[in-house]
């Protein structure tokens, strides 16, 4: 992982054999910077609202990863701006609540699309309601949340927009409408069963907040960074390399310096869906460098072939450490 290898970098950088370790350590744990695209109307601002939330850095041009925020379907400017972000990117499909009926209500619905999306595409695509993802812990204050109770009494008429509005109410129309800004009708249906089911007034927003899906978004982030992190560490070792310091030399052909390039490649492979086995003998270091060594030779990306090398000798470096 990046973060083990920006902790060993640190800790040589402390010993003073090399001031320039300093800069390098500190890129690599600064956070990921995300880029949020997409087509007018899809609901770019709102995923990109929620994303701030749930502590993303978003950033502009200079980012490392994309989320490219689409809705319905992804269409053919959407997988444009895939291929010109130059980047690990993923689909947030918006707007999951309007998805339609189906078995499992809407939610469902929007993940079976999503997979299906995925599949075509072979971009990681995750649902997500952006509205309820930006919640905030202020943004049902006492009047929406009283509204609310009401609600649980005195059902509104949740046929459409205009009926929730305009139809008579004991509840202000005021604050019928500030709600339908705040939640819309899928999240005002699901915060009166969640408040009918025993949920604190003062937990609603961050329960309606997980039912937005945004961290199943910042989870495929993770994945996507994998490879953000790898890159920067491979980075880290070239320019190090360039130094030729020979005290620079020795920690980078280190063994742990090795191990900690190993883990970062690993955390790449497996964020694609493979698996590397943890086993500590002999037997599974060389099991593993043989196994990964077949794979690198195999038709793969240039960036799984870069992964196999350095876990293939990382493998090797296991395998003589438990020789001794």
Not at 65 to 72: L, P
Not at 271 to 298: I, N, P, Q, S
Request: proline letters at 4%; one cysteine or more; glycine letters at 8%.
């Amino acid at each position: 992982m990046t973060h083990a290898f920006a902790v060993h970098l640190a800790d040589f950088a402390s010993t003073g054999s090399c001031p320039h370790a300093w800069l390098l350590a500190d890129r690599l744990r600064r956070p990921d910077r995300v880029a949020v695209l997409g087509r007018a109307g899809v609901g770019r601002r709102t995923v990109e609202a929620a994303l701030r939330r749930a502590g993303v850095a978003v950033s502009g041009g200079d980012a490392e990863v994309a989320v490219v925020v689409i809705a319905e379907d992804a269409k053919a400017e959407d997988l444009a701006l895939v291929r010109s972000a130059d980047r690990p990117a993923l689909f947030a499909l918006t707007k999951a609540d309007l998805a339609g009926s189906g078995a499992g209500g809407p939610l469902a619905v929007a993940r079976r699309r999503a997979a299906a999306i995925q599949s075509r595409s072979a971009v990681p695509t995750v649902p997500v309601v952006g509205l309820l993802g930006a919640l905030g812990p202020d943004s049902l204050d006492d009047d929406l949340v009283a509204a609310l109770r009401a609600f649980a009494v005195h059902p509104p008429d949740m046929t459409g927009v205009d009926s929730f509005v305009d139809d008579p109410h004991r509840v202000g129309r005021d604050v019928r409408t500030r709600l339908l800004a705040v939640l819309d009708r899928f999240g005002i249906a699901h915060a009166i069963l969640a408040l009918d089911r025993g949920v604190d007034p003062s937990g609603l927003s961050d329960h309606l907040r997980r039912l937005g899906n945004v961290d199943e978004v910042s989870s495929a982030l993770d994945a996507a960074s994998a490879r953000v992190g790898y890159g920067r560490v491979l980075d880290a070792v070239a320019e190090l390399r360039s130094l030729t310091d020979t005290s620079v030399d020795a920690w980078l052909a280190s063994d742990d310096t090795v191990l900690a390039v190993m883990a970062a490649a690993v955390d790449v492979v497996e964020a694609d869906g493979l698996r590397v086995d943890r086993g500590d003998t002999a037997a599974d270091h060389l099991e593993r460098a043989r196994l990964w060594r077949r794979y690198g030779r195999g038709p793969v990306s240039t960036l799984h072939h870069r992964c196999s090398v350095d876990i293939v000798r990382g493998s090797l470096r296991l395998l003589d450490g438990s020789a001794r």
